[in-house]
């Protein structure tokens, strides 16, 4: 009995150790969280955090039919909203990562207890919560266990707050907005258009998977890197969804065959469309942000503050232009190369050895290894030095880009065998850039001959001579003047000697109409034109259309020899097409702010340039260019090209086209204007030095550089009906009183034709 007594009592006092454990423990962990709620275990966020948590949100590039061009950011990341994020996205994240998300409140006891009680092996115990506090607020968890278990226990609090502050879809939203996915694809949105070219919205079932099977951990589970162990994971968030009842087992079964489906779009600055127009926008805004600082008195962060950068480019127009640079540029690069074998001094031409070495030696100087190790504090003898010693880079292909061993000397002097070129299109009547395309390659060529670049424009200033003419002394397209050379005497207009161009051909004789003498580019009639009117006159009316840079005034700038950038050309050049109208050419329509806050609103500003009646005239002689003139291979059928020079030849246009070639000296500077009634469109080619240069004309006209691009361009642009680029009639004024209607020229339209060779002006 005396032994049943003392068996009762020691049972007893275990009982009440156990409780006592127990209530121990579990005071222990109320304790413990609510000195981690008061912050004993380090700092909270504070509500306001919690109200706004610490974002890095990428600025967003966006044309004019609403696609995404680029970003400027730390993080790559353009946040979306839950009404953009598809049901089997969230199905797979529920299904995957939190089964009982929407049923508690933060913390999944159940899941934690599995968790600890397997030590991690069947899956974690983390809610989707508890997972966008870590991300949100400590981020990467420790390797140190005691400090883990307080992160952890920071994690549960934080969770709790969140829960109490954020409805689950916004919860969701924030942590998928979050993630990063890697390879520059932070949150959904970027992940969905990196490595399916597709916007959230839009994804299928087994993309949503195994986007959501990258969450366990992006690093390991990297499509590029272990396509198998990501699509095998990728099976099973979709075994996971069956077993939630979200799909079948047919559909799991049907879906697990298949590949990864990936459609790889990089989003680096080097990627994508628009690249030197998304570099001179970056400058753009620069400039801006320090105009417009946020009511506080801080300034705005480009690459942090998510804002909305809406421009005048057109997506679609702006793929067609890269395309058709990168069609003829690839083929003109092979003609080159072909001529360059038998060129001792390649890729220069009319240099002397100590010519050639220094130009090298200034290519040298403008490195960024130059400029880096002299900051270093290194000798010019042992940075020169350092050019000639081997090392591996990537090179720049048209076959794509070659791993090699190389001096950075030889890659400066290989780079130089490259042809570089220009395409802007600017849309006349609103001045807004539809297409700008500043090089054949960003990421290995990045300076801009859009707006950076100024070169001698060749032929294709006569046009502002013939304007200056036409609007003072109301000239006639069908005006004649003699083909017989004309002598400017010394110090008229300030020269030291008399002038007396020549033609191109040196053939002179007869008379030629003005339209007859623009489309064959003949100088002695430009030179006559411009001194009728005078060289200031000229140069006002360039400078009204919109060109600011210094031009002299003097007849030299006749034959082009002045120095421009394509930006200025196409923008004066739209004068022509926008009745007399020059309307400053514009890039962004519209700054707003993350929430969508109108920041500013760009308006266009126009001036009267020339007449209606003038400008019209104008275009009148511009069209004779592409009717008998160095732009007739537009129209042609039946010629031949040396080497098939003109890309994608023949183009066969019917519609009026109103345009100008130029080629300078040595060719060293090809160019072609187009201009249809609502879009005017220039392009440059030639090498980064003027002594990189075809060798002869036929080649190295810009009928054969240039203009090819601009018609592969508007080939493309008329096939896309949705565009509605004009193939009507220039508008004609009603009471028209110069007569423009000239005798047809000898050279019947697309019947033919000799073949013409615009030679250099000067």
Known sequence: MKKNKTSKKQYSKYIKWFWLLILGGITSVIFIFLLASWGAFGPLPTFEELENPEKNLASEVISIDGQTLGKYAYENRTPVKYKDLPQNLINALVATEDERFFEHSGIDFKSSFRAVVKLGRDGGGSTITQQLAKLLFHGEGSKNLVKRILQKVKEYVIAVQLERQYTKQEIITMYLNKYDFLNRAVGIRSASRIYFGKEPKDLDIEESAMLVGMLKNSSYFNPLRREEKVRKRRNVVLKQMTRSKFITEKVKDSLQKTDLGLDIHREGHSDGLATYFREYLRDFMKKWIKKNPKPDGSYYNLHRDGLKIYVTLDARMQKYAE?????????????????QKYNKTAPFYDLDRTEIANTMEQAMKRSNRWRRMKKQGKSVKEIKASFKKKVKMKVFSWKGEIDTLMTPYDSIKYYKHFLRAGLLSIEPQSGHVKAWVGGINYKHFQFDAVKQQKRQVGSTFKPFVYASAINQLNLSPCAKFPNTKYTIPKEKYGMPEDWTPKNSSDKYGGELTLKQALAGSVNVITAKLIDMVHPKTVVSLAKSAGIKSRIPAVPAIALGTVDLSLFEMVGAYSTFANKGLQVEPMMVVKIEDKNGTVLEQFIPTSKEVLSEESA?????????????????????????????????YPYEFTNPIAGKTGTTQNQSDGWFMGIVPNLATGVWVGGEDRATHFSGIAKGQGASMALPIWALYYKKLYADTTLQVSKEDFERPENLSIEVDCDKMSDEEGENPEIIEEEPDF
Do not use: W
């Not at 395309?323 to 001529?339: D, G």
């Not at 069209?623 to 008998?628: D, L, W």
């Open 616 to 648: 019209y005239v104008v275009i009148n002689l511009l069209e004779g260019v592409t009717q008998a003139g160095s732009g007739i291979r537009l129209r042609t059928k039946n010629a031949k090209y040396p080497d098939n020079v003109a890309t994608g």
């Open 323 to 339: 395309e058709a640079m990168q069609e003829h540029m690839k083929n003109l690069q092979r003609i080159f190369f072909k001529e």
